[in-house]
């Protein structure tokens, strides 16, 4: 048998497939193997390429194949597609993978530490449990609708729809009364879970060197510093500061043909998470800007001046990804004085 010199591994939950190929791209080696062959499978082959999607599990395999002495690599689903021959099956995924991992231009993901991975599993549990709490009372809010009471949206209104639940003047059903304790009950206990959660994820960003720099940027909370420990690789994977705002999906489309460059939308093509929390971070700062006034002739005041505030919105968590890049590569606490400090 050839020398194998890279390995495309599709991964799944029990049944993984492997297609092995030579320095020269002929194939070496087609194969499916159990969850509990797999660690054996890579410990009898020699040292070699090993290119994976990076999907689900990916990083717990990168990082358990990485210790047997292979050179792991993740590539992004989307740019193994167009590799795909035909039909889709593992097979095929698995030879697409090593096409895909042959080609000089193509980008790779960094594989996740376990530390990263639970600060992103802590993050998305919170995630989870205030878009649970949210669903409630927007079903709580429809409910009592149809009883005709009409309460304005968002969690500060919750006393409100308390108090009427329970008051016995209101004219409610017994069981819709009954039934509106139980969503209050639940939605208490969400935000007990969502409180003890957040106070852990402070504990954390504390711990950590690179997101207490972080926080001395303005608008940046604890739970967006988090975000990027958790989400973000080594900024040193990144060139520059856009490079890591482009990898957010910060900056706009390009539409450019014959020379000619045209910009269209912000992207969106990237890290939701950190562009979600960048982008709330940065109306925070505009609405204190609103306030009280930026310092004079300052980007801020400027851009203000002659745009609407969702657009400011987006280039300012633009630039606040540029300086987060810039804060962790060089160990730099933040120094503009552009920002009002909130």
Same mark, same amino acid.
Request: hydrophobic fraction near 45%.
């Given at each position: 048998?050839? %020398?194998?010199?890279?390995?495309?591994?599709?991964?799944?939950?029990?049944?993984?497939? #492997?297609?092995?190929?030579?320095?020269?791209?002929?194939? #070496?080696?087609?194969? *499916?193997?159990?969850?509990?062959?797999? $660690? =054996?499978?890579?410990?009898?082959?020699?040292?070699? =390429? $090993?290119?994976?999607?990076?999907?689900?599990?990916?990083?717990?395999?990168?990082?358990?194949?990485?210790?047997?002495?292979?050179?792991?690599?993740?590539?992004? +689903?989307?740019?193994?597609?167009? @590799?795909?021959?035909?039909?889709?099956?593992?097979?095929?995924?698995?030879?697409?993978?090593? %096409?895909? %991992?042959?080609?000089?231009?193509?980008?790779?993901?960094?594989?996740?530490?376990?530390?990263?991975?639970?600060?992103?599993?802590?993050?998305?549990?919170?995630?989870?449990? #205030?878009?649970?709490? =949210?669903?409630?009372?927007?079903?709580?809010?429809?409910?009592?609708? %149809?009883?005709?009471?009409?309460? +304005?949206?968002?969690?500060?209104?919750?006393?409100?729809?308390?108090?009427?639940?329970?008051?016995?003047?209101?004219?409610?059903?017994?069981?819709?009364?009954?039934?509106?304790?139980?969503?209050?009950?639940?939605?208490?206990?969400?935000?007990?879970?969502?409180?003890?959660?957040?106070?852990?994820?402070?504990?954390?960003?504390?711990?950590?060197?690179?997101?207490?720099?972080?926080?001395?940027?303005?608008?940046?909370?604890?739970?967006?510093?988090?975000?990027?420990?958790?989400?973000?690789?080594?900024?040193?994977?990144?060139?520059?500061?856009?490079? @890591?705002?482009?990898?957010?999906?910060?900056?706009?489309?390009?539409?450019?043909?014959?020379?000619?460059?045209?910009?269209?939308?912000?992207?969106?093509?990237?890290?939701?998470?950190?562009?979600?929390?960048?982008?709330?971070?940065?109306?925070?700062?505009?609405?204190?800007?609103?306030?009280?006034?930026?310092?004079?002739?300052?980007?801020?005041?400027?851009?203000?001046?002659?745009? +609407?505030?969702?657009?400011?919105?987006?280039?300012?968590?633009?630039?606040?990804?540029?300086?987060?890049?810039?804060?962790? =590569?060089?160990?730099?606490?933040? *120094?503009?004085?552009?920002? +009002?400090? #909130?």
């Amino acid at each position: 048998m050839k %020398e194998v010199s890279i390995v495309g591994l599709d991964l799944a939950k029990r049944v993984f497939q #492997v297609h092995a190929a030579g320095s020269d791209g002929s194939v #070496v080696l087609r194969r *499916k193997l159990s969850c509990s062959q797999l $660690v =054996t499978f890579f410990t009898e082959l020699p040292k070699c =390429t $090993v290119a994976m999607e990076a999907c689900a599990t990916a990083h717990y395999w990168a990082r358990e194949i990485g210790k047997l002495g292979h050179d792991v690599r993740l590539i992004p +689903p989307a740019y193994v597609k167009p @590799f795909v021959k035909r039909q889709k099956n593992d097979a095929a995924d698995a030879e697409a993978i090593v %096409e895909a %991992e042959t080609r000089p231009s193509m980008r790779f993901v960094v594989p996740k530490t376990k530390s990263q991975q639970a600060c992103s599993m802590l993050f998305r549990t919170r995630d989870l449990f #205030v878009r649970q709490r =949210t669903q409630l009372i927007n079903a709580l809010r429809a409910h009592l609708a %149809e009883h005709g009471v009409i309460a +304005p949206q968002g969690i500060a209104n919750l006393a409100l729809l308390a108090e009427i639940i329970e008051d016995s003047e209101a004219g409610l059903e017994l069981i819709v009364v009954e039934t509106g304790r139980l969503y209050l009950d639940q939605i208490d206990a969400l935000s007990s879970r969502i409180a003890s959660l957040e106070k852990a994820l402070r504990s954390e960003a504390k711990r950590s060197k690179s997101t207490a720099r972080l926080l001395s940027m303005p608008g940046m909370g604890p739970i967006t510093a988090m975000a990027v420990e958790a989400f973000a690789p080594t900024m040193v994977t990144f060139r520059r500061g856009r490079d @890591f705002a482009a990898w957010l999906g910060l900056v706009p489309k390009q539409h450019s043909s014959g020379g000619k460059q045209v910009l269209g939308r912000t992207s969106k093509m990237g890290q939701r998470d950190i562009r979600r929390l960048l982008v709330i971070s940065a109306m925070t700062v505009i609405r204190w800007a609103c306030r009280k006034a930026p310092p004079e002739n300052s980007w801020l005041a400027r851009i203000l001046a002659r745009k +609407p505030r969702m657009l400011v919105a987006i280039a300012l968590a633009d630039k606040m990804a540029r300086s987060i890049w810039a804060m962790i =590569t060089r160990n730099e606490d933040y *120094k503009d004085s552009v920002l +009002p400090a #909130v």
